[in-house]
């Protein structure tokens, strides 16, 4: 994988989790929103998805 570059399981560090976050986010695009509106619910997503310490 290049530098620089990133996966849900990079990010995630728990499969399980990555594969539940790609199905959502493959999901979002379900209804073929626009660019904005899926920018915003990315967002959304990884919000609930990413941990901060």
Do not use: C
Request: charged share 20%; glycine share 4%; no cysteine.
């Amino acid at each position: 994988m290049p530098a620089g570059s990133f996966t849900a399981l990079n990010i995630l560090q728990d499969e399980a989790a990555a594969e539940v976050f790609i199905l959502a986010l493959d999901g979002l695009l379900a209804d073929q929103p626009s660019p904005d509106l899926l920018m915003q619910r990315v967002q959304l997503l990884s919000e609930r998805f990413v941990i901060r310490d």
